[in-house]
C-alpha cells in the first residue's frame, strides 16, 4: 500500500527542511560559491515525482523561509523558489522520460535561469557584480543530480511513497 497520506507528506516535508539545512549550512567564504541549490534540487525532485502534492505554494514558503534565515530582502528567494516550482511543474511529463543525463541538463537549465534572475534581484537590491561564478551552483547541482535521483527514487520506492 503506498503512503498517500501523512506518513508521505512527512517524508516530503522532512526532505525539504533538510535540504532547507543543507542551503544555510555555514561555510567558508571559499566555500560559499561551490555549494549547490540543495534546495532548488529537491523542490525540482518532488515537482517531477509528485506534481499532485508539491508545487508553487511549497517554493514559496521554503522561499520565505530562507529569506528569514538568510537575512535576504523579504520575497528575494520566495520569487526565485516558485518560478522554480513552477517550471518544474511544466516540463514534469517530458521530465519523466528523459535520461538521467539528459534530466542533469534540465536541472541545470533550470537552476541557472533561477540562478540568473536571483543575480539580477541582488544587482537591483545590492552591490553590483558582474561574473558567472553565480551558475556555479547550477553546474554542481547537475553533476549531483543523477546521483541525488536516483537515492532518492531507492528510498522513495522502500517508503512507498507516491
Not at 110 to 132: A, N
Request: glycine letters at 6%; a positive charge.
Amino acid at each position: 500500500m503506498a503512503a498517500k497520506g501523512p506518513r508521505g507528506l512527512l517524508m516530503i516535508w522532512l526532505s525539504l527542511l533538510l535540504a532547507l539545512c543543507l542551503q544555510v549550512m555555514p561555510l567558508s567564504d571559499a566555500w560559499l560559491i561551490w555549494r549547490p541549490d540543495w534546495l532548488g534540487l529537491m523542490l525540482i525532485y518532488w515537482c517531477v515525482v509528485t506534481p499532485q502534492r508539491v508545487g508553487v505554494l511549497h517554493g514559496f514558503v521554503l522561499g520565505i523561509l530562507l529569506d528569514l534565515i538568510e537575512g535576504s530582502p523579504l520575497g528575494l528567494n520566495a520569487l526565485s523558489f516558485s518560478l522554480l516550482a513552477f517550471m518544474s511543474a511544466l516540463v514534469y511529463q517530458r521530465f519523466r522520460a528523459y535520461s538521467l543525463f539528459q534530466q542533469a541538463f534540465l536541472v541545470f537549465l533550470l537552476l541557472g535561469i533561477v540562478q540568473l534572475m536571483e543575480q539580477w534581484l541582488r544587482t537591483i537590491f545590492g552591490p553590483f557584480s558582474m561574473h558567472l561564478a553565480f551558475l556555479l551552483p547550477a553546474v554542481i547541482g547537475a553533476i549531483l543530480w543523477p546521483w541525488l535521483f536516483t537515492m532518492l527514487q531507492s528510498l522513495r520506492r522502500r517508503l512507498a511513497i507516491l
